[in-house]
């Protein structure tokens, strides 16, 4: 158990709807990442936040969004949903910001229909 | 663009067996950490490795950074079934951005 928690789990629903990602950082980290992954694409970074601003951004669609919360937690909005938006959706985090050890929930599959 | 390339893609071996994977960049990394990774799981923090040439055991995996900070493998000694998964390394940049391999996919049958 890294301490990283995410919820829902599975998520299941229609094509373009929206839907929200939730994750907990491990206690004391103040960076949260966010990942997906898929068969294709392997594990890719979508964006960064650290204490609450948005520190670095990867390959995020303009149709997804993320912030963190002042308690540290963060949640990824994902909406306009289209069936290659299927995937698994990983939330890491970290103590510091600068490319330290990052510690991974256990995922959120979305499987979009 | 891959930055990090993993090699081999699967391997499939015996119990007993020995294997070294490869994660090679032409970008140099701040640090270079391994992860292994179970289906439907989350990737497992597995060591981070900082200096150039560095060396890491655990148990029977040894890992090692190259000189320029560029490449890194994992050696796996007399492998077992449960070391069966996806092993991915990743390169970390300053910012805290991690860049991952494509991952190598190790069956380790009895």
């Known amino acids: 158990d890294s301490g990283v928690t995410q919820t829902p789990k599975h998520l299941i629903t229609a094509t373009g709807q929206r839907v929200t990602l939730r994750c907990s950082p491990r206690s004391g980290d103040l960076s949260v990442y966010w990942y997906q992954q898929s068969l294709d694409q392997g594990l890719q970074f979508l964006i960064q936040?650290?204490?609450?601003?948005?520190?670095a951004k990867g390959n995020i669609l303009e149709r997804f969004s993320a912030q963190q919360f002042p308690d540290l937690h963060s949640e990824l909005n994902l909406s306009s949903l289209e069936l290659g938006d299927s995937a698994l959706y990983f939330c890491?985090?970290?103590?510091?910001?600068?490319?330290?050890?990052?510690?991974f929930g256990p995922g959120t599959r979305l499987t979009v229909t | 663009t891959q930055l990090l390339e993993q090699s081999p893609q699967f391997l499939s071996i015996q119990e007993g067996e020995n294997l070294t994977v490869y994660c090679n960049s032409s970008?140099?990394?701040?640090?270079l950490q391994w992860y292994r990774q179970e289906p439907g799981e989350g990737p497992v923090l597995l060591v981070t490795v900082v200096t150039g040439g560095e060396v890491k055991k655990l148990k029977r995996l040894t890992f090692q950074f190259g000189d320029a900070r560029k490449d890194s493998s994992l050696h796996i000694t007399a492998a077992q079934p449960g070391d069966t998964g996806l092993y991915l390394c990743a390169g970390a940049r300053a910012t805290g951005k991690l860049i991952f391999g494509q991952g190598t996919t190790l069956q380790v049958k009895p």
């Open positions: 890491a985090s970290s103590l510091r910001g600068g490319g330290y050890e990052q510690y």
């Open positions: 936040y650290y204490n609450g601003e948005e520190r």
């Open positions: 970008s140099v990394f701040s640090s």
